[in-house]
């Protein structure tokens, strides 16, 4: 059975899997693209407990979790394409692999996603999840699994705060800093050969740019070099910005306001 994918292609965090994909040169496999509802749907809840994207069924083996996903797929085509992982008999580069996607997990997410949250996600108001007026076997309170859900979404709350993007931006300068003495040393973040690690920090390094900060990693050549370098792979490039599903998004929006 092929390989099917469940999510938004310009998310960041499905465009994670798609560059994944596309470094290793698989095309063969089912997209499927994911609405509001469907992400909130049982079904789906099934495969992502926290409602969100991205997911995938491989022959019915149901994973989710972007970075997760990533790690699957360069092991499963681990003789195909770019080698994104180390082998598994080499530990000391397994070491350091880990450690770099640790780096990016706990240093770099959270101040870049957060920007993009501020910035982004949170001027955008999702449809809700089960229709605004219940089937007489739904009560009007909404479900411990919606409450639970919506607690984890980013959308719809408002403005950005620019006070925590000043601190997220600062916290992103600081990481920054220690990743351009990184890679003072090392061509990527695990050693000379690209890997996943250094993949994952694309969509919201990107986003982080777009956002208004499109010169962030000037201040650190080394990682500047890095960051460039990862932008200009074709499997990168191939991948359509979240910022055109926003816009695309907000001209829906403003037509079905006319
Ligand atoms: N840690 C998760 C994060 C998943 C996530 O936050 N997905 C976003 C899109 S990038 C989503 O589904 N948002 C919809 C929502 O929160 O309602 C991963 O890496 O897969």
């Not at 880990?98 to 993009?116: K, M, Q, R």
């Not at 931006?169 to 220690?178: F, G, R």
Request: glycine residues 8%.
């Amino acid at each position: 059975m092929t390989l099917k994918v469940y999510g938004i292609r310009e998310s960041t965090c499905t465009s994670r899997i798609l560059t994944v994909l596309a470094e290793k040169g698989v095309t063969d496999y089912e997209f499927i693209t994911m609405g509001p509802a469907d992400m909130k749907a049982p079904e789906h809840l099934a495969r992502q407990p926290f409602g969100k994207i991205p997911a995938i069924d491989d022959d019915g083996f149901v994973l989710s979790e972007s970075r997760a996903i990533c790690k699957y797929l360069a092991k499963k085509y681990a003789n195909q394409g770019t080698k994104l992982m180390p082998d598994d008999d080499d530990l000391k580069g397994y070491g350091r692999f880990e450690e770099a996607c640790s780096y990016e997990a706990f240093y770099f997410n959270h101040p870049a996603e957060s920007i993009g949250v501020e910035r982004l996600f949170k001027g955008y108001a999702r449809p809700p999840a089960r229709s605004p007026s219940p089937s007489p076997s739904q009560t009007q309170e909404p479900t411990h699994t919606d409450k639970q859900i919506t607690k984890h979404s980013a959308h719809g709350n408002g403005p950005a705060d620019e006070a925590l993007v000043a601190q997220y931006k600062s916290q992103l300068d600081d990481a920054l800093k220690i990743y351009d003495v990184i890679l003072a040393k090392r061509a990527y973040l695990a050693g000379d050969q690209v890997s996943l690690a250094d993949l994952f920090h694309l969509p919201y390094g990107k986003l982080a740019k777009e956002l208004g900060f499109p010169d962030i990693f000037e201040p650190f050549p080394n990682v500047k070099r890095w960051f460039e370098g990862l932008e200009g792979r074709e499997s990168w490039m191939g991948v359509p910005s979240i910022m055109e599903f926003f816009a695309r998004m907000r001209g829906a929006k403003e037509g079905a306001a006319e």
